[in-house]
């Protein structure tokens, strides 16, 4: 089991950048597949990226691709989401998840695991 602590989220103007933490409890951080996802008011829960086991695969959805960037360190228990060029659009709660899987994923009913969100807003 493990546990998933997300932080960074906060106001940003438009064409700025975040960078998203998520923290993860265990001994066993590199036997699972980590994803970030996001929820805008009114809205469904969307995958955003997800990041392999050894950080060797990552996958992006792609309203976020050139602009948002996914990273792992295992020896810190740690998956980083880097977002640029923020648009009013990526408002939401965005959260880190987590599932012992051997390949990526993006859908969101396969992770088990999930933090309790950040809240990323994007305005003037």
């Known amino acids: 089991q493990v546990q998933l602590v997300e932080s960074g989220g906060g106001l940003v103007q438009p064409g700025g950048s975040l960078r998203l933490s998520c923290a993860a409890s265990g001994r066993t951080f590199s036997n699972y597949v980590m994803g970030w996802f996001r929820q805008a008011p009114g809205k469904e829960r969307e995958f955003v990226t997800a990041i392999s086991r050894s950080a060797d695969t990552t996958y992006y959805a792609d309203s976020v691709k050139g602009r948002f960037t996914v990273s792992r360190d295992n020896a810190k228990n740690m998956v980083y989401l880097q977002m640029n060029s923020l648009k009013p659009e990526d408002t939401a709660i965005y959260y880190c998840?987590?599932?012992?899987?051997?390949?990526?994923?993006?859908?969101?009913?396969?992770?088990?695991?999930w933090g309790q969100g950040t809240q990323v807003t994007v305005s003037s």
């Open positions: 998840a987590a599932d012992r899987s051997t390949t990526i994923f993006s859908t969101k009913a396969r992770y088990a695991y």
